[in-house]
């Protein structure tokens, strides 16, 4: 499996502030997956990020309020931009394994808007 | 809506007794079937998957998958307190994964 390295791995943000997420892998990958998980529930997806075109967002979410970049096959980074007291989760970024099946995740960010 | 049902717990067991855990989902061009472990206040590790019906043994894990049905189970025999965390069942189709919102299990020393 990829070794995946997501900081902060916590953050206390301020109302109206942006936070940056950023996540690296230890090998080239094609999709990198943006999920949140919201207290006591699941994982939702966010978005997909592709290296070299635009992010793919799921419904609900939009690119103004987490824009995402994916600068090369090991690394991107997701915004939480905006932020209100609804955006505290736990945001996760996820690769497929190397059969591209498999999905692994970093430690995850958890935020708390004040 | 493509969904993936799972009883939310929590489920006790006593240590050493075999935790049952169960999950449905809609979609039936699912795929591939997976079961995730997560500890509280950590990300989702993965500790099983499943591709095709039957059962699935890894160690003290058994999975078990029913196509037809539209199930996945997930047994662990010999259970530890160290089992005790929530398990997320997570089905794909190609590239569309979705996950269940898991089931917290309890192993009781």
């Known amino acids: 499996s990829a070794v995946i390295s997501q900081k902060p791995s916590r953050d206390i943000c301020q109302r109206g502030t942006s936070l940056t997420i950023q996540c690296q892998v230890d090998?080239?990958?094609?999709?990198m997956f943006w999920y949140r998980q919201q207290p006591g529930q699941s994982l939702t997806l966010i978005a997909t990020?592709?290296?070299?075109?635009?992010?793919?967002?799921e419904s609900g979410f939009v690119i103004d309020k987490f824009p995402i970049s994916r600068p090369n096959l090991t690394f991107s980074t997701l915004t939480v931009s905006n932020m209100s007291p609804e955006d505290s989760s736990i945001y996760l970024c996820?690769?497929?394994?190397?059969?591209?099946?498999?999905?692994?995740f970093g430690q995850g960010t958890r935020l708390t808007v004040v | 809506q493509k969904e993936v049902e799972q009883n939310s717990g929590p489920l006790s067991v006593p240590e050493g007794a075999i935790a049952s855990l169960n999950c449905t989902y809609s979609?039936?061009?699912?795929?591939?079937f997976f079961w995730y472990r997560q500890y509280s206040g950590k990300s989702p590790e993965l500790i099983m998957s499943?591709?095709?019906?039957g059962d699935k043994e890894d160690g003290r894990f058994t999975a078990q998958l029913n196509k037809a049905s539209q199930y996945v189970s997930l047994l662990i025999r010999d259970s530890q307190p160290s089992d005790s965390a929530t398990y997320l069942c997570?089905?794909?189709?190609?590239?569309?994964?979705?996950f269940g919102a898991g089931t917290r299990l309890t192993v009781k020393p």
């Open positions: 090998s080239q990958v094609t999709m």
């Open positions: 996820s690769v497929a394994g190397q059969g591209g099946i498999e999905a692994f």
């Open positions: 990020a592709n290296q070299g075109s635009e992010a793919t967002y």
């Open positions: 499943i591709y095709s019906n």
């Open positions: 997570a089905v794909k189709n190609n590239n569309d994964m979705r």
């Open positions: 979609d039936r061009g699912s795929q591939s």
